[in-house]
């Protein structure tokens, strides 16, 4: 079981950075890769990127490619999303959540309960 806990979401200005945080309690946390995923008003959830155990690999959606960049602690039980150069359409409900799998497209099990971003134009 791992519960995961997202923070660090607010309001900031196009053109802004933020950087969310997503603790996780448990002692295997590097045994998941993990995963940053968004849901805006009247949208379906959408991926953001994912990490892998160790934190070597990452790849990313192309609407944030070279504007995100996932990384994580493994010794603080943390991963993070920083995000620069924001844009309105970034506006959503951040989660992160855990996996024993890594990829694109593989089934989260654990999911946080979301921080909210809002980016202003």
């Known amino acids: 079981q791992v519960q995961l806990v997202e923070s660090g979401g607010g309001l900031v200005q196009a053109g802004g950075s933020l950087r969310l945080s997503c603790a996780a309690s448990?002692?295997?946390?590097?045994?998941?890769?993990m995963g940053w995923f968004r849901q805006a008003p009247g949208k379906e959830r959408e991926f953001v990127g994912a990490?892998?155990?160790?934190?070597?690999?990452?790849l990313y959606a192309d609407s944030v490619k070279g504007r995100f960049t996932i990384s994580r602690d493994n010794a603080k039980n943390t991963v993070y999303l920083q995000m620069n150069s924001l844009k309105p359409e970034d506006t959503a409900v951040y989660y992160c959540?855990?996996?024993?799998?890594?990829?694109?497209?593989?089934?989260?099990?654990?999911w946080g309960q979301g921080t909210q971003v809002t980016v202003s134009s």
């Open positions: 959540a855990a996996s024993t799998d890594y990829g694109r497209s593989v089934r989260y099990d654990y």
């Open positions: 448990g002692r295997t946390f590097s045994s998941y890769a």
């Open positions: 990490i892998d155990w160790s934190g070597g690999f990452t």
